[in-house]
């Protein structure tokens, strides 16, 4: 979808159409969750905070997040994608992947199905969606952006390599901005540099990461779109109004997100081995700190371990923001004893 959040808020709001918005806070300590394209030519993206949004677009509209409205018209837009397949992998609220090879209109064209389905999300929702077309999942990503808003765009198993080639290295569906950053330490800022490397000297360097690059600058990418996707952690956090130093401070300021998360465990019904806790410093770094259980720790547990990760701090920074999150979880586990080879016990045969 096309900053979806925004186009939410302007399609409720009319008066708010054409005019630069963004959804989130403008309070001193928010941070923009989404973007209208016509605030985008202000320098306005999600992530920023409110502060620097408001100073780059005097003008700019703030709308609070209704995620209860976002889903209801996600809901609507993923029946329109099942109407075609069911291998539907939903990667957020507005957007997915679909295998279309064999689809329930017994359609040839994946051109054509993605220019209905964008049509038709367009007649019942009123938003605007862009599509890309191609034959695995990392090209079908990228060519979804090739043409936004409101286009599609194919990659064709001929032209990919020669278009991976041209492509900055940033814009590969998976690299972030700090492994750019890296890779253009080492030269390669577009695909063709990315090319040059050979497969020992890329996991030497990115670990096995390194083979994934090497195979989808070749447009080689063998996942297949899950329907099912499993959840790998459970999590909670909050950003502060003003920054904590004191550890008094931070337990308290702690102790709500551990709730919260307690709340969100019980939930799910979903059990965790390990305990992270997330921090970022008024200054936007970011560390986090881990400890796993041989067994899935209990309510206390949790609670011991979180208030222990957190005393290991020693910055004298000040902190915005607390996470706490449980990963290794039951369910992947048990995911994995499925595909475990039989053992058939032939002693005494």
Not at 125 to 133: C, D, E, I, K, R
Request: a positive charge.
């Amino acid at each position: 979808m096309d900053a979806f959040y925004a186009s939410v808020e302007q399609l409720d709001h009319p008066e708010w159409r054409g005019k630069p918005l963004v959804v989130g806070g403008n309070a001193a300590r928010g941070v923009v969750a989404a973007a209208s394209y016509e605030a985008r030519k202000f320098g306005v993206y999600s992530a920023m905070p409110s502060v620097l949004a408001a100073r780059k677009c005097p003008q700019l509209i703030f709308a609070p997040a209704r995620f209860d409205r976002y889903k209801e018209i996600s809901s609507q837009i993923r029946e329109v994608f099942h109407e075609y397949t069911d291998l539907v992998e939903p990667l957020s609220l507005d957007e997915a992947f679909m295998d279309v090879t064999e689809n329930k209109m017994g359609l040839k064209s994946a051109i054509l199905i993605a220019k209905q389905i964008r049509q038709k999300i367009k007649e019942r929702t009123g938003l605007n969606a862009s599509a890309g077309v191609s034959y695995n999942k990392f090209l079908a990503k990228i060519a979804s952006d090739l043409n936004k808003p409101n286009g599609q765009a194919v990659i064709l198993p001929e032209e990919a390599e020669a278009f991976l080639e041209k492509l900055p290295i940033k814009k590969f569906f998976g690299i972030g901005k700090v492994t750019a950053e890296k890779m253009s330490g080492f030269g390669i800022h577009n695909g063709k540099d990315l090319k040059q490397f050979s497969l020992q000297y890329l996991t030497r360097k990115f670990g096995k990461s390194g083979i994934h690059y090497f195979n989808i600058v070749r447009g080689i990418h063998l996942s297949e779109v899950q329907p099912h996707r499993i959840r790998k952690s459970i999590s909670a956090e909050n950003t502060f109004e003003k920054d904590i130093m004191a550890m008094e401070d931070l337990l308290s300021a702690l102790k709500p997100i551990y709730d919260e998360l307690i709340k969100r465990i019980k939930k799910s019904g979903i059990k965790g081995r390990t305990v992270t806790l997330k921090i970022k410093f008024s200054d936007f770094t970011q560390q986090t700190r881990s400890k796993t259980q041989e067994q899935y720790p209990d309510e206390e547990l949790i609670w011991q371990i979180a208030t222990e990760l957190l005393a290991q701090e020693s910055s004298n920074n000040p902190i915005r923001l607390l996470g706490l999150g449980i990963s290794n979880l039951n369910i992947i586990e048990e995911h994995q004893h499925f595909g475990e080879q039989l053992k058939i016990p032939f002693d005494g045969l």
